[in-house]
T-cell receptor, first 114, second 113 residues
């Protein structure tokens, strides 16, 4: 199993550009989520999905869109990048929303918006 | 209030010493308290977790102590080693709301040889 994979690993954007961060998991997990990690602020939930076709907003959803057309993939779209979106982005998955099982994280995407 | 407050922000411990990281919460709707460990350039990974019906859980050198009445829980690392140097996050699972994890701000731990 590859676990949770994320691409790209690094990305530099100019203000106003759009892009998609890719996330895929091969563990057949129902629950997937996107976090951003900023110094001194821990992990903040952007969007999450409890299954294919179902998504919902987390704590900091503004400026981001998601979709979940398959169990495996959960892309995160930045609509019009802003410097405030400079961060490290992590995708995570776990078997079900209600599961006590651990949440598996991808290696992260470091995004810089100029 | 959904916050989980974690302290200290950073911690330096001598090799062989005990590292202690504390977290506090206010929301009684939390029902599961995991600790995650993150090495530089990597995603967080589950280290140890506890449910509120027990006061302590130990796995090797790592122990969670849980005080339900005080709404506090802490991570103790015994015989700390340089390989334990990492950022540690506490979290709390919120019942309902699709069981989201609410995260502490993280503690950067450095173990000096």
């Amino acid at each position: 199993n590859a676990g949770v994979t994320q691409t790209p690993k690094f990305q530099v954007l100019k203000t106003g550009q759009s892009m998609t961060l890719q996330c895929a998991q091969d563990m057949n997990h129902e629950y997937m989520s996107w976090y951003r990690q900023d110094p001194g602020m821990g992990l903040r939930l952007i969007h999450y999905s409890v299954g294919a076709g179902i998504t919902d907003q987390g704590e900091v959803p503004n400026g981001y869109n998601v979709s979940r057309s398959t169990t495996e993939d959960f892309p995160l779209r930045l609509l019009s990048a802003a410097p405030s979106q400079t961060s490290v982005y992590f995708c995570a998955s776990r078997p079900r929303a209600s599961s006590y099982n651990e949440q598996f994280f991808g290696p992260g995407t470091r995004l810089t918006v100029l | 209030q959904q916050q989980v407050k974690q302290s200290p922000q950073s911690l330096i411990v001598q090799k062989g010493g005990i590292s202690i990281i504390n977290c506090a919460y206010e929301n009684t709707a939390f029902d599961y308290f995991p600790w995650y460990q993150q090495f530089p350039g990597k995603g967080p990974a589950l280290l140890i977790a506890i449910r509120p019906d027990v006061s302590e859980k130990k796995e090797g050198r790592f122990t969670i102590s849980f005080n339900k009445s005080a709404k506090q829980f802490s991570l103790h690392i015994m015989d700390s080693q340089p390989g334990d140097s990492a950022t540690y996050f506490c979290a709390a699972r919120l019942t309902g709301s699709n069981y989201q994890l609410i995260w502490g701000a993280g503690t950067k731990l450095i173990i000096k040889p």
